[in-house]
């Protein structure tokens, strides 16, 4: 099969084409190379996929003819949307850069699977979408019209697109609320990444809302086997659109979080306890049954062992071992 993965320079994205490639597929990589993080790391994971079936093209999705122009040569029969300007925190900052790649780029890939419809369109979502929601676990059949950052609104945004064109077109499409992925060639971003660095570094680690915060951490192999058992399987008639969350359905408090990485990195984090950042949630937690009765197949990798993994590659990485 021929994939598009967009956003293959990224974390998920690069993950993702590698067991693609792996499996016999023939991956078509794009990304703008964005230097909202480090570029050096991003061609790095591009080395990674160099595969006589994966062919790569710097190519911005928000340049509608560029972007058609590749697709329609291309003719993927299968589309896997991860490119996005990712970050809550980074959102209040710079909206701007999040309607052009999130709304104004979604929207040409919207155009592009009409026009050259692929057997199925998988795009990542979010678990900010759930916003507002205090009733956990969170689940698909949730209201989610609350989102509390600009970048959970567009992630929404993304939804409710996809959902008019499977309407309007046949598309198939399905999104996947992706929740806290963390492990090798993670994002900087991130907290498992601010966090490794602060506590080699023995810089204060900023802990916010005092620490009383959880997550649903997801290891990235978790994250990957979804999303290729979804992208296999589109929604069957007479549907042909459908969300869901792919989550650990397991929240891990922030300060046991911590401690885990301690663990893992064999050295104690100093603490900096800050208040609440706008835009940001108290708890995620994903139900996951809905992924589990579509695919047989839900998030389960323990954090002790994740993280264990994410920090002999961080190491290695970085040259620290």
């Known amino acids: 099969m021929k994939v598009l993965v967009t956003g293959a320079a990224g974390f998920i994205g690069m993950h993702c084409a590698q067991r693609l490639l792996e499996r016999g597929d023939e991956v078509l990589g794009l990304d703008n190379l964005s230097p909202y993080y480090s570029v050096e790391l991003k061609k790095d994971r591009l080395a990674q996929l160099e595969h006589p079936r994966f062919s790569f093209s710097k190519v911005d999705i928000a340049d509608a003819k560029s972007f058609q122009g590749i697709f ?9 949307h991860l490119a996005a300007q990712a970050g809550v925190r980074y959102s209040l900052q710079n909206p701007a850069a999040y309607i052009e790649t999130n709304l104004v780029g979604f929207a040409n890939l919207l155009e592009c699977c009409r026009r050259q419809p692929p057997q199925h369109l998988v795009f990542a979502s979010s678990s900010s979408v759930y916003g ?5 676990p969170w689940s698909e059949s949730q209201n989610v019209d609350h989102p509390v950052s600009l970048y959970a609104a567009t992630k ?18 399905t999104g996947l609320r992706y929740f806290t992925v963390y492990g090798p060639w993670g994002r900087p971003d991130m907290s498992p990444m601010l966090f490794a660095q602060a506590i080699v570094e023995g810089k204060p680690i900023q802990v916010f809302n ?3 915060m959880e997550r649903d951490f997801t290891y990235i192999d978790d994250i990957v086997e979804g999303t290729l058992r979804v992208l296999d399987r589109p929604a069957p008639p007479p549907s042909r659109y459908a969300i869901y969350n792919i989550g650990n359905h397991q929240p891990v408090k922030l300060l046991d979080y911590i401690a885990a990485l301690e663990r893992a990195f064999g050295k104690k984090a100093r603490l900096e306890m800050k208040p609440m950042q706008p835009g940001d949630v108290k708890s995620t937690y994903a139900d996951t049954a809905a992924l589990r009765a579509a695919v047989g197949f839900a998030p389960s990798t323990p954090l002790e062992t994740g993280l264990a993994r994410f920090a002999e590659w961080f190491k290695s990485y970085y040259r620290l071992a």
Do not use: F
């Open 210 to 212: 005092h620490g009383d």
């Open 156 to 173: 929404k945004s993304n939804e409710l697109l996809a959902h008019v064109y499977s309407h309007l077109y046949g598309l198939h499409a």
């Open 132 to 136: 507002a929601n205090t009733e956990l």
């Open 72 to 80: 329609e040569k291309q003719k993927p029969e299968a589309v896997l």
